[in-house]
C-alpha cells in the first residue's frame, strides 16, 4: 500500500480497463476535463 492522499493533493497516475475493455490512464486526461473516479464492489460478491 502506497501512502494515503491528503485533501487537495493531486492523485497519482494509474492504468484501468474501462467498461468497453479500453486502456485507460488518469494522465490522458490532464488538462482537459475534470475526472471523477468512483470505486465500488461488485454486484452480487460476497461483502
Known sequence: M???LEVGQA???FN???TTGE????SQF???K???VA????DFTPG
Do not use: E, Q, R
Open 2 to 4: 502506497g501512502t494515503p
Open 11 to 13: 492523485a497519482p497516475d
Open 16 to 18: 484501468l480497463s474501462s
Open 23 to 26: 486502456k485507460i490512464s488518469l
Open 30 to 32: 490532464k488538462g482537459k
Open 34 to 36: 475534470h475526472v471523477l
Open 39 to 42: 470505486f465500488y464492489p461488485l
